[in-house]
């Protein structure tokens, strides 16, 4: 995984803080001693690594706690929103615009991964049904043009390079005619060494000829957080719109120039995580400091689960279960309210401290026929039943039951399979194996 240093250390701390058992001051102080210290290990800047855990520090503190979750949820929903905006807030992607063609101009340092990325992101929106053609404006390095055609084609598309032009707007002149064909069109442009006057003049000119709808910076992910300063640089001077932060596969220091970006106003785009032309990603924060943290979008849900059931509902449900008593009126309850949140397998791989809880797999993908089969077969049942199941586990009830609701044998063994998975589950964490996971459950109103 990217980062998979970064992601270890803040999922480390976020556990420190799912089982330690008081909420106060001291521990939001060692959770923020965790995560800067993991920031500042990932390259990020000092300054902003500072402002950053005041941030949450202030927000833990200050902000009045929100009903039905408790202090160290909230808390660790701060330092999810927080490192959410750090990284630039909402997603910020691309938006293709219906014109012929869509022109997205690739602009950079040398060995930065132009190229690639020309070509990667050609693969992205080729593969999302988009004509696509490339154009290699590098004209300086002898091989650029060799590079692109044989990138062209191994993903067979189109790609316009004259070979041996040493103007990249006579290259443009000579082809342009024929982009409006395209939906989308990706071009390549020549680096430098380093920030110059000359590629300054260079971008400014293909900038008034190409009048590019994005104009992308790709900059490699090792140069940490001094990535800061170029992103600045290209922003400033060349119509920069959108960074790609490429080569975050091979480096330590992704999250230092993924937030140096970000603290430019040019929003990174993408990233590129490979040397393959798969291995490209739309950047989106939230999805990306999830990943990180190891749970998904926490936010949403928490949100959802308020959705579904009111809190009384949840805290009968809560005290059933940690009664013992389980029974089919709760299985159905259950049921539905998985069905409305996704699988249940989503929602524990979104829990800090519940991803490592094995739960069968048949009991997490449950179907919308079987759930009405499974109503009818409630539909039949007696009250007693219905309260008691261990009433139906004999062949002859079984059989009737089916007959009664119009299923079969199997299908009613099915569902009280499901019953014993679920109340398997329920004296698991009523054992307290999940450690904290029985009052997150509460807290998030999930039976
Ligand atoms: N590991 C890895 N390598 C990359 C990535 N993007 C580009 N590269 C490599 O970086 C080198 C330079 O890329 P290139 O596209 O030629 O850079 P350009 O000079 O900016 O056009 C090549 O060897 C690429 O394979 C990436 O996301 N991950
Ligand atoms: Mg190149």
Not at 70 to 93: A, H
Request: hydrophobic share 40%; proline share 2%.
């Amino acid at each position: 995984m990217v980062l998979e240093k970064l992601g270890d250390a803040l999922k480390s701390s976020l556990k420190k803080i799912t089982q330690s058992v008081f909420f106060d001051e001291k521990l939001v102080n060692s959770l923020i001693k965790d995560i800067q210290r993991a920031l500042l290990k990932a390259d990020v800047n000092v300054e902003l690594v500072f402002k950053l855990s005041k941030d949450i520090k202030k927000r833990a503190l200050d902000e009045k706690l929100p009903k039905g979750i408790s202090q160290k949820e909230y808390l660790i929903k701060i330092v999810y929103e927080e490192l959410v905006k750090f990284l630039g807030g909402k997603k910020n992607g691309l938006e293709i615009k219906k014109k012929k063609p869509f022109k997205i101009m690739m602009v950079g340092l040398f060995g930065n991964g132009k190229t690639t990325t020309t070509s990667k992101i050609a693969n992205y929106y080729k593969k999302r049904g988009y004509s696509i053609a490339m154009v290699g404006l590098d004209v300086h390095r002898p091989a650029a043009a060799q590079q692109l055609m044989q990138l062209a084609e191994k993903l067979s598309l189109p790609v316009y390079v004259d070979v041996g032009n040493k103007d990249p707007v006579k290259v443009w002149n000579k082809f342009s005619s024929e982009f409006t064909k395209y939906d989308i069109l990706l071009i390549d442009t020549a680096g430098r060494d380093a920030f110059s006057e000359s590629l300054v003049k260079e971008i400014e000119k293909l900038n008034k000829k190409v009048s590019p709808d994005e104009t992308l910076l790709v900059i490699s992910a090792d140069m940490g957080q001094t990535a800061k300063r170029q992103a600045e640089q290209f922003h400033e001077s060349c119509g920069v719109n959108g960074v790609v932060v490429t080569k975050m596969d091979g480096t330590a220091k992704g999250g230092g120039a993924i937030s140096a970006c970000s603290a430019t106003g040019a929003p990174v785009k993408f990233i590129g995580v490979g040397e393959n032309f798969d291995d490209l990603e739309e950047f989106n924060p939230e999805g990306f400091v999830g990943r990180l943290l190891g749970m998904g979008d926490l936010e949403a849900l928490l949100e959802k689960a308020k959705e579904i059931m009111s809190e009384d509902q949840a805290k009968d449900m809560t005290e059933k279960m940690m009664k013992g008593d389980f029974n089919f009126f709760d299985l159905f309850e259950q049921i539905n309210a998985m069905k409305k949140m996704g699988s249940l397998s989503k929602i524990v791989d979104m829990i800090p401290g519940m991803g490592g809880m094995k739960l069968p797999k048949d009991m997490l993908d449950v179907q919308e026929d079987k759930i009405q089969k499974w109503k009818h077969i409630m539909a039949s049942m007696t009250k007693k039943e219905l309260e008691n199941p261990d009433l139906v586990f004999n062949k002859s009830r079984i059989e009737r039951l089916a007959s009664g609701s119009g299923t079969t044998s199997s299908d009613v063994r099915q569902l009280l399979k499901q019953y014993r998975q679920a109340k398997k589950m329920m004296k698991k964490m009523k054992g307290g194996k999940g450690g904290d996971m029985k009052k997150m459950m509460k807290n998030m109103g999930m039976g």
